[in-house]
């Protein structure tokens, strides 16, 4: 049923993916099987993310124990190849992946986006997170952080868009490495961009209001 799910939601949106649709395209004859199994629609969003994410994670405490093993790591693109290169395994690497597509959606779903954060945002993910942070010192905190996530949001949103063209029988642009490496690049260059003095301003402006609203 978390492969039915998958594939509903990433082929037809999130609104389509009902327990009951779920449990058709599943071929489940049981009809209180998802609603036994997941306990309601949220449950099964939660299912499907995190058994997707439970291998990304272990690929990428691989990576960083790549990182920490070489001995001159180009600290900044292998962190974020650690972010980025699990997910593009299991996604747009992978034949009949719908993941990618099925994380987009629900990152578009307020109802769905607390579950996301738990789901996605795990210890892998916070471990890069840390490590992201203490290189990139000059940046203030916050904009770290809100980077990390316009990061990773763009690289769901693209690997959603490359599952797509695949599936449609569509000539890429690139082929699928040279996807995930640029990608990789990309989400490299918007971290590394240094904080204009505008943007700054603003930052220290709202720390003031914070204190003297």
Same mark, same amino acid.
């Given at each position: 049923?978390?492969?039915?799910?998958?594939?509903?939601?990433?082929?037809?949106?999130?609104?389509?993916?009902?327990?009951?649709? &779920?449990?058709? $395209?599943?071929?489940?004859?049981?009809? #209180?099987?998802?609603?036994?199994?997941?306990?309601?629609?949220?449950?099964?969003?939660?299912?499907?993310?995190?058994?997707?994410?439970?291998?990304?994670?272990?690929?990428?405490?691989?990576?960083?124990?790549?990182?920490?093993?070489?001995?001159?790591?180009?600290? $900044?693109?292998?962190?974020?190849?650690?972010?980025?290169?699990?997910?593009?395994?299991?996604? &747009?690497?992978?034949?009949?992946?719908?993941?990618?597509?099925?994380?987009?959606?629900?990152?578009?779903?307020?109802?769905?986006?607390?579950?996301?954060?738990?789901?996605?945002?795990?210890?892998?993910?916070?471990?890069?997170?840390?490590?992201?942070?203490? @290189?990139?010192?000059?940046?203030?905190?916050?904009?770290?952080?809100?980077?990390?996530? @316009?990061?990773?949001?763009?690289?769901?949103?693209?690997?959603?868009?490359?599952?797509?063209?695949?599936?449609?029988?569509? #000539?890429?642009?690139?082929?699928?490495?040279?996807?995930?490496?640029?990608?990789?690049? &990309?989400?490299?260059?918007?971290?590394?961009?240094? #904080? #204009?003095?505008?943007?700054?301003?603003?930052?220290?402006?709202?720390?003031?209001?914070?204190? @003297?609203?």
């Amino acid at each position: 049923m978390i492969e039915a799910a998958e594939r509903l939601a990433g082929q037809r949106g999130l609104a389509a993916m009902s327990l009951r649709e &779920v449990q058709s $395209l599943a071929g489940q004859k049981n009809k #209180s099987a998802a609603q036994y199994h997941f306990g309601s629609r949220e449950g099964l969003i939660e299912a499907v993310l995190t058994s997707r994410m439970a291998a990304v994670g272990e690929r990428r405490f691989e990576l960083l124990a790549r990182i920490d093993a070489a001995v001159e790591p180009t600290w $900044l693109r292998d962190l974020v190849e650690a972010l980025v290169l699990p997910v593009a395994e299991h996604t &747009v690497a992978h034949p009949g992946s719908h993941w990618a597509r099925f994380a987009a959606q629900c990152t578009a779903d307020p109802d769905a986006v607390a579950v996301v954060q738990r789901s996605v945002e795990g210890a892998s993910y916070r471990e890069v997170q840390q490590r992201l942070a203490a @290189h990139l010192a000059d940046l203030p905190e916050s904009i770290c952080a809100r980077r990390l996530e @316009h990061a990773i949001g763009l690289a769901f949103a693209s690997l959603a868009a490359a599952e797509a063209v695949r599936d449609a029988g569509g #000539s890429p642009r690139l082929p699928i490495a040279a996807q995930i490496n640029d990608l990789i690049d &990309v989400c490299v260059g918007i971290l590394a961009q240094p #904080s #204009s003095a505008a943007t700054l301003a603003a930052v220290r402006r709202g720390r003031r209001q914070e204190h @003297h609203p």
